[in-house]
């Protein structure tokens, strides 16, 4: 745990302990089969050690009228580990399950602003989907 | 949403120049594929070499070859060398803005320009390539054995 908390420290530059406590004990032992916590360890070949990279996702059906559909809730990787495929090796992991567990449509949700995650989703053959995010300042009138 | 003649042109000349690396390609052969005319895929591909996206090969039969980076050249770093993309006003005058409609309206397109601009700044020279071909296997004719026939398609089930 601390260490996938360090990962996203140095990815998101966020503190988040108690999320990540949490999404660990609802997602860690894969309840189900509908939800995925992939990690890539340590690499003796890289001379790394700890947490290298991430995966969350999980099988959610009939939200916002979807049929069932593997959704990736977070993507990481070390930055210093970046451009050797741990990325595409978790995406294809988590896709795998999903596909294992019966869906046939992956999604994710990326901030327009964040290139580096958008680019790579991008090369790995995602296209923008048919629903479109929506959201509203609940401190203004409408 | 609309594409310059010479963005469009310079996407599909990195596009085919990419795909092959080892062989070069000459302006002519670009040009006539796309029913453009040389000179003005001339004018792109200099464009093009200025930006270092393309260098042009000497010596008999002497075409281009790229030499950008095909996983870091988005279509949106070449649209840019071309054209400025709506450019937060999407073309409402600083008049126009200046009113109540006009601001509205201004809200709206710029939020359709964030989206394109989003989508063409992430999609690299390398994601194009595989999307192509990804296109292509899907347009592939289904080989089936001789004397079978012809599975029946989805939609073709439905209705029976």
Known sequence: MPAVVALDIVVTGIAKADYWREMFERYGASRGGQRFFLITDDSPARGKAGILGLVIGEIRAWEFGSPPCGWVFDIAVAPDLRLEGLGTALLDAIADRFRKAGVTKMRTMVSRDNHVLLSFLRSQGMMAGPYIQLEKDLDEDS | ?160
């Not at chain 2, 063409?120 to 296109?135: D, F, N, P």
Request: charged share 25%; no cysteine.
């Open chain 2, 1 to 160: 949403m609309r594409l310059q003649q010479a963005s469009r042109l310079a996407i599909y000349a990195l596009l085919a120049l990419a795909a092959e690396p080892d062989r070069q390609i000459s302006a002519a052969e670009i040009a006539t594929t796309y029913g453009a005319s040389l000179n003005h895929l001339a004018k792109v591909m200099r464009d093009l070499g200025r930006a270092g996206l393309v260098e042009s090969a000497r010596g008999a039969g002497g075409g281009f070859r790229f030499s950008g980076n095909p996983k870091r050249t988005t279509l949106l770093d070449v649209i840019e060398l071309f054209e400025t993309l709506g450019g937060g006003t999407a073309g409402i005058t600083r008049r126009e803005v200046n009113t109540d409609a006009g601001l509205g309206l201004d809200v709206v397109l710029g939020e359709i320009d964030d989206i394109a601009r989003s989508t063409l700044g992430s999609i690299t020279i390398a994601t194009m390539l595989k999307l192509i071909e990804r296109q292509k296997r899907r347009r592939l004719p289904i080989i089936r054995p001789a004397g079978k026939p012809a599975a029946k398609s989805a939609r073709t089930r439905k209705r029976t």
